[in-house]
């Protein structure tokens, strides 16, 4: 049974960042309504997949994958002798997965109240980076990398997360065109009166101060980990092109006016963002790899004068 639990770690993961592209489909489609009953589909378990149903049922159907590989997950992690991390891990999944659905049939049934709405992101971003911390403490064994310096890249990792949860009270508060299609300014002003058009670019600033903290975080931890595994210099590394081309596709959603592709491709790259400073921080530290260094011989004690 030990030899599933981290391809089915993976999996989860897998699906889970599935389940956040696929959701993000559901608002910009108008599609959140288009089943006004949960967890029925207009009174169907399997309606017509056309339309908006198509995303906004097709949605609840991955979650339903989501939550059956996590509740698998954990019973092969508790059922399994794991370590007492590890478990307390499993269970923090299996009542993350819980209010992910709960918030989802809330936003629902009260007609998309917004701070229901965006509390269903921030905790799907959540539920996501404790898959990835779970998926990490159950890879098979490998040699110790020694720790290296991870402040910088923690502080990233959580205003990343932040920031998504900032884009999705941009989303739901309408205000992805508060500032028309101008990518610099907010309709040639900097400050522009208090409203949807301040949330805009309070979202808008706040990206352009992630990506430097990233970029910062990267290319400290690629300077100081010099001679560290290559699976954490290359996350190291990859992290700068990934805030860049979420800076890229930030601008280019208020170029196109919203346009679907772009503003899909904004919340997956800012998702894998998020998980690749999750995974460089838990290989950072003390916990970066499972196996023990093999021991030397013991020490000899001083002889008694």
Same mark, same amino acid.
């Given at each position: 049974?030990?030899?599933?639990? !981290?391809?089915?770690?993976?999996?989860?993961?897998?699906?889970? !960042?599935?389940?956040?592209?696929?959701?993000?489909?559901?608002?910009?489609?108008?599609?959140?309504?288009?089943?006004?009953?949960?967890?029925?589909?207009?009174?169907?378990?399997?309606?017509?997949?056309?339309?908006?149903?198509?995303?906004?049922?097709?949605?609840?159907?991955?979650?339903?994958?989501?939550?059956?590989?996590?509740?698998?997950?954990?019973?092969?992690?508790?059922?399994?002798?794991?370590?007492?991390?590890?478990?307390?891990?499993?269970?923090?999944?299996?009542?993350? +997965?819980?209010?992910?659905?709960?918030?989802?049939?809330?936003?629902?049934?009260?007609?998309?109240?917004?701070?229901?709405?965006?509390?269903?992101?921030?905790?799907?971003?959540?539920?996501?980076?404790?898959?990835?911390?779970?998926?990490?403490?159950?890879?098979?064994?490998?040699?110790?990398?020694?720790?290296?310096?991870?402040?910088?890249?923690?502080?990233?990792?959580?205003? +990343?997360?932040?920031?998504? +949860?900032?884009?999705?009270?941009?989303?739901?508060?309408?205000?992805?065109?508060?500032?028309?299609?101008?990518?610099?300014?907010?309709?040639?002003?900097?400050?522009?009166?208090?409203?949807?058009?301040?949330?805009?670019?309070?979202?808008?600033?706040?990206?352009?101060?992630?990506?430097?903290?990233?970029?910062?975080?990267?290319? =400290?931890?690629?300077?100081?980990?010099?001679?560290?595994?290559?699976? =954490? =210099?290359?996350?190291?590394?990859?992290?700068?092109?990934?805030?860049?081309?979420?800076?890229?596709?930030?601008?280019?959603?208020?170029?196109?006016?919203?346009?679907?592709?772009?503003?899909?491709?904004?919340?997956?790259?800012?998702?894998?963002?998020?998980?690749?400073?999750?995974?460089?921080?838990?290989?950072?530290?003390?916990?970066?790899?499972?196996?023990?260094?093999?021991?030397?011989?013991?020490?000899?004690?001083?002889?008694?004068?």
């Amino acid at each position: 049974m030990r030899a599933y639990r !981290f391809p089915v770690a993976v999996a989860a993961v897998v699906a889970t !960042f599935a389940l956040l592209v696929v959701g993000g489909l559901v608002h910009p489609t108008g599609s959140s309504l288009a089943c006004p009953d949960w967890p029925l589909c207009n009174g169907q378990v399997f309606p017509a997949m056309r339309g908006g149903v198509l995303y906004e049922h097709g949605h609840r159907l991955v979650a339903l994958a989501v939550v059956l590989l996590t509740l698998a997950l954990a019973g092969l992690v508790l059922g399994t002798g794991a370590d007492r991390g590890t478990r307390w891990l499993a269970i923090g999944a299996v009542l993350l +997965v819980g209010v992910q659905a709960s918030l989802g049939a809330i936003t629902v049934l009260l007609r998309l109240p917004l701070i229901v709405s965006t509390a269903h992101l921030a905790t799907s971003m959540a539920f996501f980076a404790l898959l990835v911390a779970l998926a990490h403490r159950l890879r098979p064994e490998g040699p110790r990398a020694a720790p290296a310096p991870r402040r910088l890249v923690g502080l990233a990792a959580v205003a +990343v997360y932040l920031q998504i +949860v900032l884009g999705a009270l941009v989303r739901h508060t309408g205000s992805a065109m508060a500032c028309g299609t101008d990518v610099f300014l907010c309709d040639g002003t900097l400050l522009p009166a208090w409203g949807p058009a301040q949330v805009h670019l309070a979202h808008r600033l706040g990206g352009y101060l992630v990506a430097a903290l990233v970029i910062g975080a990267a290319a =400290r931890t690629h300077a100081l980990d010099r001679s560290g595994p290559p699976l =954490r =210099r290359g996350l190291a590394a990859i992290a700068p092109l990934l805030v860049l081309a979420q800076v890229a596709l930030g601008l280019l959603t208020v170029a196109t006016g919203v346009a679907l592709p772009i503003v899909t491709l904004h919340l997956a790259v800012g998702t894998l963002l998020l998980g690749d400073l999750v995974t460089l921080l838990l290989l950072l530290g003390p916990g970066g790899a499972t196996a023990r260094p093999a021991a030397g011989p013991a020490p000899r004690l001083a002889p008694a004068r």
